[in-house]
T-cell receptor
Framework: SQTIHQWPATLVQPVGSPLSLECTVEGTSNPNLYWYRQAAGRGLQLLFYSVGIGQISSEVPQNLSASRPQDRQFILSSKKLLLSDSGFYLC?????????????FGPGTRLTVL | AQTVTQSQPEMSVQEAETVTLSCTYDTSESNYYLFWYKQPPSRQMILVIRQEAYKQQNATENRFSVNFQKAAKSFSLKISDSQLGDTAMYFCAFTDSGGGADGLTFGKGTHLIIQP
């Protein structure tokens, strides 16, 4: 069966510091991968998605970036964090190709920028 | 652009009652997919139910069912025999059929509280 991991689970970082959040999927190959952010009391906002290694699409202009160095690894990064980057970050995957399929979510990372 | 609206920020019902959560959406697509996700206090997003727009039959999953009205662009979730474990945030979500690569568009959620 497929599983999705995210780490760290919780992170507290000062403003201006770098960020690296990691997401990995097991039990499938060539998944579509997604990063979402959930601000306090709000729904999820799609940040990036990827249909393959090195292929990244950005939905929202911001100081975050994403990379996919391996088939089942998706990384969210920032060179300098802002206070507004605080939130809950969720990674998700779905099967590639064919009709739109259900997205399965990881456990999330709670990021607090101070 | 697609939008998803959940007009009930919070709802509270007694255990064993039936509750209906509302969701409306706006799209120019003719084929698309709708989802209800549950987010308990652990914040893990869990799929509750999925509906394909080209299917007229409403989806059901045990105590969970939907009322899908395509012409009205409405997609409500009914929870029967509600249980304490149903307490959570519920999000309605939408995606079109574009090759499965597009992300989900979410509503702002409904906080459902099941009272003992």
């Amino acid at each position: 069966s497929q599983t999705i991991h995210q780490w760290p689970a919780t992170l507290v970082q000062p403003v201006g510091s770098p960020l690296s959040l990691e997401c990995t999927v097991e039990g499938t190959s060539n998944p579509n991968l997604y990063w979402y952010r959930q601000a306090a009391g709000r729904g999820l906002q799609l940040l990036f998605y990827s249909v393959g290694i090195g292929q990244i699409s950005s939905e929202v202009p911001q100081n975050l970036s994403a990379s996919r160095p391996q088939d089942r690894q998706f990384i969210l990064s920032s060179k300098k964090l802002l206070l507004s980057d605080s939130g809950f970050y969720l990674c998700a995957w779905t099967k590639a190709g064919g009709p739109a399929d259900t997205q399965y979510f990881g456990p999330g990372t709670r990021l607090t920028v101070l | 652009a697609q939008t998803v609206t959940q007009s009930q920020p919070e709802m509270s019902v007694q255990e064993a009652e039936t509750v209906t959560l509302s969701c409306t959406y706006d799209t120019s697509e003719s084929n698309y997919y709708l989802f209800w996700y549950k987010q308990p206090p652990s914040r893990q997003m869990i799929l509750v139910i999925r509906q394909e727009a080209y299917k007229q039959q409403n989806a059901t999953e045990n105590r969970f069912s939907v009322n899908f009205q395509k012409a009205a662009k409405s997609f409500s979730l009914k929870i029967s025999d509600s249980q304490l474990g149903d307490t959570a945030m519920y999000f309605c979500a939408f995606t079109d059929s574009g090759g499965g690569a597009d992300g989900l568009t979410f509503g702002k959620g409904t906080h459902l509280i099941i009272q003992p």
